[in-house]
């Protein structure tokens, strides 16, 4: 009988790892999906990323000095609206992430990562952070915190 339970835990302990590492790899894809399909002025990818809630937030620092915040699917959607009239993309961007933290409750997920993002202007770096909500199956992000480190922009854009 101890045999026979010590087999279950085992077989349940490597079965909600499993479940866990793909959840953890949803996550990821649904990040970079999100920030790849902004760059190449996909709506549809990018939106796609998003839970479309009223307790959505977005909140950055910009590269003119100030910062953003924005609540809700809906302002959200306005606030980028002018990013996606244009189908054209003037740069390609490489999105590099590493570095990731994953602390996952339930439906619920809390990221931590670094970013680089790759152009024809160089690297920019940031340190990003996300919560994730699994709604109807899929993970949507509900919160982005981005943290741009301008000061290496700015060197990337003047050696230009």
Do not use: C
């Not at 709506?43 to 937030?57: D, G, L, R, S, V």
């Not at 990731?100 to 990221?111: D, P, R």
């Amino acid at each position: 009988m101890k045999t026979y339970l010590l087999a279950l835990a085992v077989f349940f302990g490597t079965v909600s790892g499993s479940l866990a590492q793909a959840d953890h790899d949803a996550i990821k894809r649904v990040l970079r999906s999100e920030t790849e399909g902004f760059f190449k002025r996909d709506k549809a990818e990018w939106a796609n990323a998003w839970a479309h809630t009223p307790y959505i937030n977005f909140a950055a620092n910009l590269y003119g000095g100030d910062f953003l915040l924005v609540q809700g699917w809906n302002n959200l959607e306005k606030q980028f609206a002018s990013q996606f009239k244009s189908k054209k993309v003037t740069d390609k961007v490489v999105v590099q992430n590493s570095n990731y933290n994953i602390h996952q409750n339930g439906n619920m997920a809390f990221v931590a990562y670094d970013q680089t993002l790759v152009d024809s202007h160089g690297k920019t770096t940031s340190k990003e952070s996300r919560v994730v909500e699994k709604i109807n199956g899929q993970w949507k992000i509900i919160n982005v915190i981005a943290l741009t480190n301008l000061k290496s922009f700015g060197l990337a854009q003047q050696t230009k």
